[in-house]
């Protein structure tokens, strides 16, 4: 079985702090996915990485960076923590870039409150 | 733009009372189209995937099948743990994102 895993179930920070969310799954797939869950927006795409080193700005990428320097390991980074950052951030991993595997699983969900 | 859109956005059924989720999308060239279920606080569990239309997968009391617009997830003689919010992704050729659409909501009750 895939598994994803998020680093912390549940995350309280304040306004300015530096935060960091980390992902890990235990398949060796390719690509890794950091989303925010909001309701009524659904889920959206913050950033992907389709290989070591290498990221790709997702659709709303501002106010986010990303750290991939182990195949299994992706961290998401608020560099500078606000209020409208708080949500539910999900993890997700796939396994490979074409061919018919590329469905993505997705880890438990960090919920981060920002205050 | 690629284009998901779920409907109803909530549905309530009596336990063994079968429906159907539709799952409507826009996208330039199909790669996938892709189905989860979410419980309340947790991350989406991948479902199924369906590549092309005519195809239909089952696993227990869920069936998918697809069309050249539209994606439909039947629920035959639901249970009460059947009870979660169920999402439709699309993914283009070409591009590694999935596009969600906003979930149905749906409750079984005993």
């Known amino acids: 079985d895939v598994k994803v895993t998020q680093s912390s179930r549940y995350l309280v920070k304040r306004t300015g702090e530096k935060v960091f969310l980390e992902c890990v799954q235990d398949?060796?797939?390719?690509?890794m996915f950091w989303y925010r869950q909001d309701p009524g927006l659904g889920l959206r795409l913050i950033y992907f990485s389709y290989d070591v080193k290498m990221k790709e700005k997702g659709d709303i990428p501002e106010g986010y960076s990303v750290s991939r320097e182990k195949k299994e390991r992706f961290s998401l980074i608020l560099e500078s923590a606000s209020t409208n950052q708080t949500s539910m951030y999900l993890c997700?991993?796939?396994?490979?870039?074409?061919?018919?595997?590329?469905?993505?699983?997705f880890g438990p969900g960090t919920r981060l409150t920002v205050t | 733009e690629d284009q998901v859109t779920q409907s109803p956005e909530a549905l309530r059924l009596q336990e063994g009372e079968s429906s159907s989720l539709n799952c409507s999308y826009t996208v330039s060239g199909l790669r996938g189209l892709f189905w989860y279920r979410q419980d309340p606080g947790k991350g989406p569990e991948f479902l199924f995937t369906?590549?092309?239309a005519g195809e239909e997968k089952e696993k227990e009391r869920l069936k998918a099948t697809l069309t050249k617009k539209e994606s439909f997830l039947h629920i035959t003689a639901p249970k009460p743990e059947d009870s979660a919010t169920y999402l439709c992704a699309v993914s283009r050729q070409g591009a590694q994102k999935l596009v969600f659409g906003q979930g149905t909501r749906l409750t079984i009750n005993p």
């Open positions: 997700a991993s796939s396994l490979y870039t074409s061919g018919s595997k590329y469905e993505q699983y």
């Open positions: 398949m060796d797939h390719e690509n």
């Open positions: 369906l590549y092309s």
